[in-house]
């Protein structure tokens, strides 16, 4: 209690130490620039309202950049507005507009290399090339802002959120669209990623890889181009997340490659053209999924092992589960499908006949996918009645063997 | 040849078989959008429907009217009238009579429902695969004078163009499958009008991009003005081949 | 009127007309008879156009009819049955024939007036009985005044009265200009109505020439008796069954 006393003490003595420097056309400092270099640790940049074009601002000591009423930084689609190389930086309320665009550089609004504790809070990011580019940046916090942009083709346009090399860091509220990849983590670890929306973006709404025992919950992502595709990483754990509309022949509600040791539970799918697309993925528990309009729920490929689907609801899927293999090492079990057609005689709540998830029609799209010129036609609906009754071609055993009588109360 | 088509298609309307199939045509449109709330799902399903039964329904009632007008043919052409002009004349009030039942069973509460590009299509489509398979029936129907023969070779013409067909697509595709097929099944659609319109009718329904590269290949095709006009071409060939071919018989037929 | 010549038809293996050569004259009326099977209808419907013989040519008023079709405004038929679709009315029937021959006003509406179709004009096909329907038949078979009346077994099925009525019509309109092809299975009628007799067996001609030949080659007074002699002397192996 003392000690806790004792740092209350030191954090109000250097609360009191700092100065605070006004930014406007009317004040002392004219410019962020003079602002920046009069500053010292510790300081807080107090930036009113106006229209700042300052070119790029290099921020290496431990300052507040705090925005009122947003002013604007416009970097005239020339510049990277804020590089910041120091820890304990703060960037806050500031809005940023027309970074410049670079096809070697990663130009970006916020640029962290080596920023320990770096907070970039409640901001405005517009039509910026990067919004917040990190690297090698750890304890980062990246709270309520709002990234936008305008680009026309994946290759005119940078991320909106992009980590490499980081770890604990903490992407909470932030809405971002219109970049390429929403949310990009790339060997970012121990790091949570919650209650963001990321929507319209033209490739991921959110894409990582090598990016071990990340948190990611709350969020949604909706409308990307390609959906969410994560790659290369275990122990990863998604909950609570909405993956909605998602459609295009290659897009995905969610691409997992190489995903081992994760649980994806109670999240929501919605009308994706593939919900779930797995490529090599072990081990991995899908718990609790709502799966609701997709062409197809879960496309497990061949390479696939260990993982497991439970109580999950399957209702109004195209296809619910899809394989290319006839291998199976994945266990399917107590899960809803709206295509059931058993009973329950001792009205337990669970069906007495086990429900076999692949349809005949599915396993030859995969296998010849330019059979798919019948499909919904009369031949292919007999086809899949009668491997319903007598399956021969679907494999045997890739069953689940107490298909829920109701839907779960799930999201 | 409108002179007649007026009468027959006047007696055509008021036939019982057709008022059926307004009122069967029409039970089904409203369940089905009484049944999903989905509009989209409704119109594939109403989709399968249309591929189904307008086929099924024009070619056997084309082939049994046909021998129930036979006496009344041979009394028109007894008549100073070129054959030509009655089997013309036939067919018209026939197809018109059957489009009319399916535009006021299927088109008129679509139109109600769901208004959209793709259930234009759907109504065009439906429309076509009418006078398709009148054609079809007009060419059973003078390639034997037994009725029962013909209403045989009728219900073969559609079981092979609505099953038999795709059986044999899904065995060229299984034996070919280490080769790029697309171009290969896109003219193997081109040669049956079910195949054909049902693929054109998906890809008008926004499902396309389910049917993987071979969707987007096809997309692309019919998704430009050229594939929509190519489409209606083909379709149009398949009017006049049966048609064409019925109408050489039929002139030098005996009646 | 009509001239036949060498004409043959076949249906696949079977020969129905053998090398038939016949000359129907204007002002005269032929009663066309033969057993079953023996190519009446087929002849008939050669005349029509609606079989189209394998050889041998059929002039009408001079003209081939190979490809024509108008001739067959000089032409009034009567089928043995008659269908018509079933939802229309007799008057729409009575129209459309009249639409389809718009040139023609000066109607011949005796038979609709005596049959008093035109009283029920409102009708449906479907509704009629089978004589009321060869009732329609006659009346249109008249209706545009033809030259040539072609009547295939014009009474059968008809109540007495009207049969009565429909031959005192043909021996009405049996004029000068005008020729007559009747077929019946009923002696008696042909006899009033027709002076000369086409008989045919298995598609050849065996008997054409007038009816008071016939009976002065057989010696019989009533047509059937003559007809019955004519039968009795074919060869045993022609006969048809």
């Not at chain 1, 003595?13 to 056309?25: I, Y």
């Not at chain 1, 797995?278 to 496309?299: D, I, L, P």
Request: charged share 20%; proline share 3%; hydrophobic share 45%.
């Amino acid at each position: 209690m003392r000690l806790v006393l004792f740092i209350g003490f030191l954090l109000l003595v250097a609360n009191l130490m700092a100065n605070t420097l006004e930014v406007s056309a009317t004040s002392k400092w004219k410019t962020i620039r003079s602002a920046i270099s009069a500053a010292a640790k510790g300081d807080t940049v107090r930036i009113l309202p106006g229209t700042y074009r300052e070119g790029n601002l290099v921020i290496q000591k431990s300052i507040t950049l705090l925005g009122v009423n947003y002013p604007i930084v416009d970097g005239e689609n020339k510049f990277e507005l804020f590089t910041i190389a120091a820890n304990h930086v703060s960037v806050i309320g500031i809005r940023m507009i027309n970074t410049g665009v670079g096809s070697i550089n990663d130009i970006s609004a916020i640029n962290a290399i080596e920023s320990d504790d770096l907070r970039v809070l409640n901001n405005q990011f517009e039509n910026t090339f990067f919004g917040i580019h990190l690297a090698n940046s750890s304890h980062t916090r990246i709270e309520g802002n709002v990234l936008h942009s305008n680009a026309q083709a994946e290759h005119q346009i940078g991320n909106g959120i992009h980590a490499w090399k980081c770890d604990s860091i903490r992407i909470e509220n932030n809405q971002v669209s219109g970049h390429r990849d929403g949310i990009y983590f790339e060997f970012v670890t121990n790091s949570v990623v919650q209650h963001n929306n990321s929507h319209h973006n033209m490739r991921y709404g959110l894409h990582f890889m090598f990016s071990h025992n990340d948190v990611y919950q709350y969020n949604t992502f909706k409308s990307n181009g390609a959906g969410v595709a994560v790659m290369y990483t275990k122990g990863v754990t998604m909950r609570h997340n909405q993956f909605i509309d998602n459609w295009g022949s290659s897009s995905y509600g969610l691409l997992l490659k190489d995903i081992r040791d994760s649980h994806i539970t109670q999240n929501r799918f919605d009308k994706n053209t593939i919900a779930i697309y797995m490529e090599g993925c072990s081990r991995s528990k899908f718990e609790s999924n709502t799966f609701h309009e997709n062409g197809w729920a879960v496309k497990v490929q061949s390479n696939c092992d260990g993982n497991v689907f439970i109580k999950n609801n399957f209702l109004s899927n195209t296809f619910d589960m899809a394989t290319n293999g006839t291998l199976v090492l994945n266990t399917v079990d107590a899960n809803y499908w709206d295509k059931y057609r058993g009973y329950d005689l001792n009205k337990d709540q669970i069906g007495d006949v086990p429900f076999h998830p692949v349809n005949l029609y599915s396993m030859i799209i995969e296998k010849m996918p330019s059979s798919v010129m019948l499909w919904r036609s009369f031949l292919v609906y007999m086809l899949d009645r009668s491997e319903e009754v007598i399956p021969s071609i679907t494999p045997e055993e890739l069953k689940d063997n107490h298909p829920a009588m109701r839907s779960y109360p799930l999201l | 040849m409108i002179k007649i088509g007026k009468y027959i298609l006047y007696d055509m309307v008021r036939n019982r078989f057709v008022m059926a199939y307004t009122f069967f045509l029409l039970l089904v449109t409203l369940s089905m959008f009484s049944l999903d709330s989905d509009p989209g799902k409704s119109t594939i399903s109403l989709m399968n429907i249309v591929l189904l039964v307008v086929p099924l329904v024009s070619i056997v009632f084309t082939t049994i009217h046909f021998y129930n007008s036979y006496e009344f043919m041979e009394m028109l052409l007894a008549q100073p009238v070129h054959r030509k002009t009655i089997y013309f004349a036939e067919y018209l009030s026939v197809s018109i009579a059957l489009s009319v039942a399916f535009l006021s069973g299927v088109a008129l509460p679509l139109c109600v429902f769901n208004f959209n590009e793709s259930t234009l299509y759907l109504i065009l489509i439906g429309v076509m695969l009418t006078f398709i398979f009148v054609a079809l029936a007009f060419a059973a129907s003078v390639a034997t004078r037994d009725k029962a023969r013909a209403i045989g070779i009728a219900l073969l013409f559609w079981f092979y163009f609505a099953i038999i067909y795709d059986g044999l697509v899904l065995y060229i595709i299984y034996t070919f499958s280490d080769y790029p097929m697309e171009k290969v099944t896109l003219s193997l659609v081109s040669l049956n009008p079910i195949d054909l319109a049902r693929i054109v009718i998906l890809l008008k329904l926004d499902v396309s991009a389910m049917m993987g590269y071979t969707g987007a290949f096809y997309q692309n095709f019919f998704g430009s003005g050229g594939g929509i006009i190519y489409s209606l071409l083909i379709m149009i060939v398949w009017i006049l081949l049966p048609l064409l071919i019925a109408h050489r018989k039929f002139c030098l037929k005996d009646i | 009127m009509i001239t036949i010549q060498e004409l043959n038809k076949n249906y696949g293996k079977l020969q129905v007309l053998k090398s038939i050569q016949l000359n129907f004259l204007q002002g005269r009326s032929y009663a066309i008879m033969g057993p079953n099977g023996s190519g009446k209808t087929t002849l008939i419907k050669s005349i029509l156009g609606l079989v189209i013989p394998n050889s041998g040519s059929i002039q009408v008023k001079g003209k081939s009819i190979h490809n024509d079709w108008k001739y067959r405004s000089h032409i009034g038929y009567m089928p043995q049955i008659g269908h018509y679709p079933d939802q229309m009315c007799i008057g729409q029937l009575f129209d459309m024939m009249k639409d389809l021959r718009n040139d023609f006003t000066n109607v011949d509406e005796d038979l609709i007036r005596e049959f008093k179709l035109d009283q029920i004009k409102d009708k449906r096909m479907h509704t009629l009985s089978g004589g009321t329907r060869q009732k329609v038949s006659a009346a249109l078979a008249f209706l545009f005044r033809p030259p040539i009346l072609v009547l295939d077994e014009p009474t059968a099925g008809l109540d007495p009265m009207a049969a009565e009525a429909l031959k005192e019509k043909i021996v009405l309109e049996s004029t000068n200009e005008r020729t007559f092809l009747i077929t019946s299975h009923v002696l008696s009628d042909l006899d009033d109505l027709t002076s000369e007799l086409v008989y045919l067996n298995e598609g050849s001609i065996l008997f054409n020439d007038s009816i008071d030949m016939l009976k002065e080659l057989t010696g019989e007074q009533k047509l059937s008796r003559a007809v019955a002699s004519i039968i009795r002397n074919i060869p045993i192996s022609m006969q048809t069954v």
